[in-house]
């Protein structure tokens, strides 16, 4: 059963957004929808629209989960059309973690101290939720880096029988994997901030859930591991910025896979950092595997 419900939200997330990302296409086509200062269309939506029409139709969701990602939803696409300042974002991602946290935080299963849990897991959220929302800068780049992660939520998954985790894990991969073939080099759509957040976003609650199911001793770092490439390049931008005295929430293109793509082009710097991204996971995995 646990295989065949997760295979079946694959499939449908898989289906869902190839046909959904043809639908934009097309509709591309017809009546010139693009994105802002490109001239290719935003495809996040159909990523959004194949993770959620495959866990709705294999899973039950809890209402704090369904709101929150409705939230993050609403300010990636509102962020996509008008172009929220920082703050206005991160107002919106605050409000989305602390509906998730606060309903994690008083769930019965909450391993720790229920107000520990909450803030963590509300710094957590926003966190990767940015993390994996800047990694987006080169095509392909995020389904490269957090395509491994969502193997092994996958794998951990399988191994201890959390079937909520193992449904929404499969679920985002078959997401991913749809979409990759509009989004790898010289992509035809990109993802926007509808989709790069919504994944953040959904990484981090899964990593989350994860660890309420089925705690385990070194499940801090086993998170930071699977999400290595995007918290790093997150830690070195924030960590320039300030450097240089300027603000943390500063665009620019110093990020690492920017300076990487300066050296040695686009396309080495998407096989080195989705290669790291695999080493990490696997390691995150052996972590895991070592403390069982």
């Known amino acids: 059963m646990h295989?065949?419900?997760?295979?079946?939200?694959?499939?449908?997330?898989?289906?869902?957004?190839?046909?959904g990302a043809f639908a934009i296409l097309r509709a591309r086509t017809r009546w010139g929808l693009v994105a802002r200062g490109d001239g290719r269309a935003i495809g996040g939506p159909a990523l959004v629209a194949g993770v959620v029409l495959a866990v709705a139709s294999t899973a039950r969701i809890d209402l704090h989960l369904i709101i929150g990602g409705?939230?993050?939803?609403?300010?990636?696409?509102?962020?996509?059309?008008i172009d929220l300042s920082p703050w206005q974002k991160l107002i919106g991602q605050g409000a989305a973690a602390g509906i998730v946290a606060a309903g994690i935080a008083s769930s019965p299963q909450a391993p720790i101290v229920p107000a520990l849990m909450g803030v963590a897991t509300f710094v957590w959220i926003v966190l990767l939720t940015n993390a994996v929302n800047l990694i987006d800068g080169l095509d392909g780049l995020l389904i490269g880096t957090i395509a491994p992660a969502m193997v092994v939520l996958i794998l951990i998954s399988v191994a201890t029988g959390d079937l909520f985790t193992l449904i929404l894990a499969s679920a985002c991969a078959g997401a991913l994997l749809g979409f990759l073939p509009f989004n790898w080099a010289h992509a035809r759509l990109l993802l926007g901030d509808t989709g790069s957040e919504f994944i953040g976003f959904f990484l981090a609650v899964l990593t989350v859930i994860s660890f309420v199911h089925r705690p385990h001793s070194s499940s801090i770092p086993i998170f930071f591991l699977i999400a290595a490439v995007p918290i790093s390049d997150t830690a070195f931008a924030i960590i320039r910025r300030l450097v240089h005295h300027r603000s943390i929430f500063a665009g620019d293109t110093g990020h690492i896979h920017h300076?990487?793509?300066?050296?040695?082009?686009?396309?080495?710097?998407?096989?080195?950092?989705?290669?790291?991204?695999?080493?990490t996971s696997a390691a995150a995995f052996l972590v895991w595997h070592a403390g069982m």
Do not use: H, K, Y
Request: proline share 0%; hydrophobic share 65%; glycine share 4%.
């Open 3 to 19: 295989i065949s419900l997760s295979l079946a939200a694959f499939l449908i997330a898989a289906i869902a957004t190839l046909l």
């Open 70 to 81: 409705i939230l993050i939803i609403l300010v990636g696409t509102i962020d996509d059309l």
């Open 259 to 279: 300076r990487l793509a300066r050296l040695i082009g686009e396309r080495r710097s998407i096989a080195l950092l989705s290669s790291i991204s695999i080493l």
